[in-house]
């Protein structure tokens, strides 16, 4: 499909969520929250520390409960499959944990095999093939295949946790965090790795972030939680005209100024 950034035909939604709310017990975190993410687009979702970012990620996960709103993932709505269509809307998905959340006793190929035994009957050798594959294309080394996540750098944690998230071929994939931990130099090469994954698979890409890095340099559109819902969504150009107080510290302070040039950034 064509893949051009800004053209119409791109805004397909591939994750919408509308008027979501969830709480625990009296504490409401997300009020009648609403979010677009477009088919192709890397969206980077940024918000102050406890705002709600993981929790929206395990609700459109399924993995907590939500107490109203609408969540539709490739036009689809969970509340209205069978089982057997949540299993497979379930298969569209890739899902990157914030500490890798590889499982120490496997070797790396026995985690990105995880997903296909739970979903797929696949011969074991066709199974190896498809590790090496994951294995290669998030530019691992093919002897990482056998190594235990004990035996791996940070940086190759986090492409294996990514060759796993690939593992069923997804339409959208989910990030939190991905570069968090990870050196400067180690984060960019994510960043570019992310990017060019997907311009080859043609991915959607969810990423939680706090690396304004990530958000300059590879993510297309942003959105920012707060005050329990979406602020703000849009460019770097859309955040830095947003007035609001936390938007305007974090996309114009120190940090920030120091990575993107704008009229308005004073060294
Ligand atoms: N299972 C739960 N039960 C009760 N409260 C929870 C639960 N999960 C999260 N919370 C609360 O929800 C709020 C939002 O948490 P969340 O982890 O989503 O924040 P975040 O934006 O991801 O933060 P950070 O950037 O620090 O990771 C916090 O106040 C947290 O204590």
């Given at each position: 499909m064509d893949m051009q950034k800004g053209t119409p035909q791109d805004h397909e939604i591939v994750l919408s969520v509308e008027d979501l709310t969830v709480g625990f017990g009296s504490k409401v975190?997300?009020?009648?929250l609403s979010l677009d993410v477009r088919r192709g687009e890397i969206l980077g979702f940024v918000g102050a520390s406890g705002t709600g970012k993981s929790v929206l990620m395990r609700t459109v996960l399924r993995l907590l409960p939500r107490r109203s709103g609408t969540i539709r993932i490739l036009g689809q709505d969970y509340d209205q499959l069978s089982e057997a269509e949540r299993t497979a809307l379930d298969m569209r998905l890739g899902v990157l944990f914030q500490h890798g959340?590889?499982?120490?006793?496997?070797t790396v190929k026995e985690n990105i095999q995880l997903p296909m035994r739970e979903y797929l009957d696949l011969p074991q050798k066709l199974m190896d093939e498809l590790a090496h594959l994951k294995i290669a294309l998030t530019g691992l080394?093919?002897?990482?295949?056998?190594?235990?996540?004990?035996?791996?750098s940070g940086g190759m944690i986090k492409r294996a946790a990514l060759a796993r998230a690939l593992a069923l071929d997804p339409d959208l994939v989910f990030l939190d965090e991905?570069?968090?931990?990870?050196d400067p130099i180690g984060a960019a090469e994510f960043d570019e790795l992310i990017a060019q994954l997907r311009d080859t698979l043609g991915l959607t890409v969810y990423m939680v972030t706090h690396d304004l890095d990530s958000l300059f340099s590879v993510c297309d559109r942003i959105a920012v939680l707060g005050k329990k819902r979406v602020l703000v969504e849009g460019t770097v150009e859309d955040m830095l005209a947003f007035d609001d107080p936390w938007v305007q510290s974090y996309f114009r302070g120190k940090r920030a100024r120091s990575i993107v040039r704008t009229e308005d950034a004073r060294p």
């Open positions: 975190i997300l009020d009648q959340a590889l499982f120490s006793s496997l080394a093919p002897d990482a295949a056998d190594k235990y996540p004990s035996e791996l991905p570069t968090s931990g990870l």
